[in-house]
């Protein structure tokens, strides 16, 4: 078992923070303090790592409150909350933005305070940057906020971000002053009690915001069958997640559902202004297996249902006369509902725009927009023109993208920076299309699924050709009863591979194109292997992280970049590896490595699958070269019988010893040097004799079943 981090309480992280001392903000674009009071449930902390440094990183999954903590600890501590997504980060970045914020005369006084930790600061949004200024600026940045703030006696600068950028964050720190030179710590999903706090709070807010003082009463008026409703909602979430779990807030994959920010304000959505004793009488015939996210879409489609009657009364009041027989249910339905949110969330040129229309007959139109127009501001969706939620707002994305005349403002949406994805967006779009991905999508996906990794995480991409299609698979290796990813992915002449911001842990094994990056961006791959037909890079700089000494490979018949001045870094002690027509240019001549192609030709599926095989035994640099039964036989091994087979010929052979006591596969180093198996030589590409005689015996010995499996 992995020993699990410590528990913090959040007030102990705030008292080894002093209060800020104050200065006067004449410019407050990005940098401000927060006066009015933050509604703020607080949630449990795991100590990674604590040091003696003015720098605090604060890691979380996608959409556990980041922000909304940041908010909180800098009015608790009279410091500045730094929002990233509303500059461009580059060089001075760190010290332009003082200037601009306080002053040219009180420049020296901040720089100086900064220095000897007597001004905090808490910096949010490195995601958001992340996509509007790539890698390269959050290198320049936090190469300025460590030059200012590294000799601070005290902790004072308070970095937050998701786990994937928080390893990121950590990488440069490494590279600037060891591992040491931070304390990190990461927001753990709600609990039971802080989960139901959440939901009241969400209900409250909501009720101040539309001034129903009848709502806010409601639940405390009736806090019994609140409480009951409340738990009976979350007991047949659970269940439907895994019904053998016997606590299940104990259990991570549920706890990691239920103490989800975007699902807890979903529920509080449902729950408002509605009668408790009905739901929880509901819910207590649904504890059955349907599934966790069933019950979110189902409360999804109760509120753009309410909302659609709502809306249908007051324009029936408003009509003086209808044709007896009229549909009024045709129009403002749910999946119109969506579109003009859809509009109005991202300033389309009018709230009509590609709505089909016809259902509203032309004697109703005029007061039929009359009406759209006041009352669509008010959804349940938006709030101040924007979302008002993450899941909702994902909800809108995954079931319009792939609407020939949505999927445009949905891409643009997706790729303006204003947000990063929660996992519930691949829940809507595996539900809506089927468990079936276009290829120009999986980089939303990918978002999607890796959001709710924790820095204990360790999770594998695979995407390969399975029975005449292509399957993408996100699996954790580091969770048995995870609810791993595995969707058909289309892909084809017209539609390529494309991931857009990073691509970590990944095998991809396609005859295909894949696309990495965007223009005038930076993109992230680390420990990742792409074999295709063409790789086109379309980023600006191509950053390779090797925590670990892990090395990339990009292997491809042509690999070509369209920024000709694309910059390559590698960050760490691990390499790029490339081959290919192209890469004896620049950029990448520095990183061509030879293949002798005759000696895997044949074999090159056999390797794909052995490093398979392999790629989950070593997690995380550590070098106990085990893992479970479960988790090999059922992830990765699954239904491939070259797999199944490799596996058995691998414990034939002793390369894998099978532990019948604690029911884990051993890889045995001694055997698998023997046969030229070595993890860091197939990471190199250096595929010698003895494993290629080792793949051409074991083709040999199963060639009947391979055949057959074909």
Request: net charge negative.
């Amino acid at each position: 078992m992995e020993e699990k981090s410590a528990l913090v309480p959040v007030k102990d992280i705030l008292l080894s923070i002093w209060s800020s001392t104050e200065i006067e903000i004449i410019d407050d674009l990005s940098i401000k303090q927060i006066s009015e009071p933050v509604g703020y449930i607080e949630p449990e902390l795991k100590e990674i790592k604590k040091s003696h440094s003015p720098f605090i990183i604060i890691s979380a999954p996608g959409a556990v409150g980041k922000t909304t903590f940041a908010k909180y600890s800098a009015r608790a501590k009279n410091g500045y909350y730094w929002d990233l997504s509303k500059i461009k980060l580059a060089s001075n970045t760190f010290s332009g933005t003082l200037l601009e914020t306080f002053g040219a005369s009180k420049m020296s006084d901040v720089l100086s305070d900064i220095s000897t930790g007597s001004i905090n600061l808490f910096i949010d949004s490195f995601d958001e940057a992340e996509i509007i200024s790539g890698l390269d600026g959050i290198e320049k940045f936090l190469k300025d906020v460590y030059h200012y703030a590294k000799n601070s006696p005290r902790p004072n600068i308070v970095l937050f971000s998701r786990s994937e950028t928080a390893g990121y964050i950590q990488l440069i720190f490494d590279t600037l002053s060891g591992t040491e030179s931070y304390s990190l710590y990461e927001i753990d999903y709600f609990n039971e009690e802080a989960a139901a706090k959440f939901i009241e709070y969400r209900i409250t807010q909501r009720s101040d915001i539309e001034q129903n003082q009848r709502a806010k009463n409601n639940h405390q008026k009736h806090k019994t069958p609140f409480e009951k409703a409340v738990k009976n909602i979350f007991s047949a979430i659970a269940i439907g997640i895994n019904q053998n779990s016997e606590s299940f807030w104990d259990d991570d994959e549920i706890r990691s559902f239920l103490g989800y920010s975007p699902v807890l304000e979903t529920i509080g959505d449902f729950l408002y202004d509605m009668n408790y004793e009905e739901i929880s009488q509901t819910f207590e015939q649904k504890q059955t297996v349907e599934g966790g996210l069933e019950i979110i879409s189902d409360f999804i489609n109760k509120i753009l249902k309410r909302d659609q009657d709502k809306f249908l009364t007051g324009l029936r009041e408003r009509v003086v006369s209808a044709p007896n027989n009229f549909d009024w249910n045709s129009i403002y339905t749910p999946d119109d509902q969506i579109k003009f949110v859809l509009n109005l969330a991202s300033r389309n040129p009018s709230l009509w725009h590609n709505v089909d229309l016809k259902p509203v007959p032309n004697w109703l139109e005029k007061d039929f927009k009359e009406s759209i127009t006041t009352f669509i501001s008010n959804h349940p969706f938006i709030r101040n023109g924007k979302f008002s939620s993450p899941a909702l707002r994902d909800y809108v994305l995954a079931k319009l993208i792939n609407d020939d005349k949505f999927s445009e403002p949905c891409l643009r949406s997706l790729n303006s920076g204003q947000y990063v994805l929660t996992s519930l967006f691949v829940h809507f779009y595996s539900k809506f299309y089927d468990k079936e991905c276009y290829g120009n999508h999986l980089s939303y996906i990918y978002e999607s699924s890796t959001s709710k990794a924790s820095m204990s995480d360790n999770l594998l991409t695979f995407v390969k050709k399975t029975n005449n299609h292509y399957e993408v698979e996100i699996i954790n290796a580091n969770r048995i009863n995870s609810s791993n990813l595995r969707m058909k992915c289309v892909v084809d002449d017209h539609i390529p591979l494309e991931f857009t911001r990073r691509i970590l842990n990944a095998q991809i094994d396609i005859d295909h194109d894949v696309v990495i990056g965007r223009e005038s961006s930076s993109f992230e791959i680390s420990n990742t292997e792409i074999n295709s037909r063409k790789i086109l890079v379309k980023a600006s700089e191509l950053i390779v992280t090797t925590h670990f000494d892990q090395n990339s490979i990009l292997i491809a018949k042509e690999i070509e970049n369209s920024n000709y001045n694309l910059n390559i870094k590698i960050l760490g002690n691990g390499k790029l590896l490339v081959n290919g027509d192209g890469t004896n240019k620049y950029p990448w001549a520095t990183y061509r490595k030879e293949i002798e192609s005759n000696s895997i030709e044949g074999v090159r599926p056999h390797l794909y699958n052995l490093k398979r095989i392999m790629e989950p035994f070593r997690k995380h640099g550590k070098n106990e070269f085990a893992k479970q039964y479960e988790f090999i036989d059922n992830e990765i091994i699954k239904d491939s019988i070259e797999r199944r087979l490799l596996l058995k010929y691998m414990i034939e052979i002793g390369i894998i010893d099978k532990n019948t006591s604690d029911k884990k596969y051993y890889m045995n180093e001694q055997k698998s040097i023997e046969h030229g198996i070595n993890w860091m030589g197939l990471k190199n590409l250096d595929y010698n004799d003895a494993l290629i005689t080792f793949l051409k015996e074991f083709q040999k010995k199963y060639s009947t079943e391979l055949d057959n499996s074909q």
